[in-house]
């Protein structure tokens, strides 16, 4: 069997670290910065499905993180379920060579 590639500790000590480099991101958003630093999920249905929300928040928590925010790319949207597919944008990549975890 293989190693998580990551706990809920270090989650959570990533998602503290993105909250205080960007003191504006709701804790949601924060998360989904650190769940893409570490590769847990890298788009809004696997978000939502691993850490057990409504993908209408993550979506919207997306947006923001894409839009205002601009530390994401969307990168594809299924039309039919929404799932969207991002990436770090510069301005997110630059946030997350910050990070060590």
């Known amino acids: 069997m293989s190693e998580p590639p ?11 670290s993105v909250a205080a480099l960007q003191p ?3 804790t949601l958003e924060a998360g989904i910065l650190a769940a893409l630093h ?16 409504e993908h209408a928040l993550v979506l919207r928590a997306v947006e923001t ?10 990168q594809d949207r299924n039309p039919r379920t929404q799932r969207t597919r991002y990436a770090a ?3 997110g990549d630059a946030v997350l060579a910050h990070l060590h975890g």
Do not use: Y
Request: proline fraction near 0%.
């Open 6 to 16: 990551a706990d809920a500790e270090t989650f959570l000590a990533v998602t503290d």
């Open 24 to 26: 504006g991101l709701s």
């Open 65 to 74: 993180l894409a839009g205002d925010a601009g530390l994401l790319a969307l």
């Open 38 to 53: 570490l590769d847990l999920a890298r788009d809004s249905r696997s978000f939502a499905r691993v850490f057990g929300l």
């Open 89 to 91: 944008s510069a301005a």
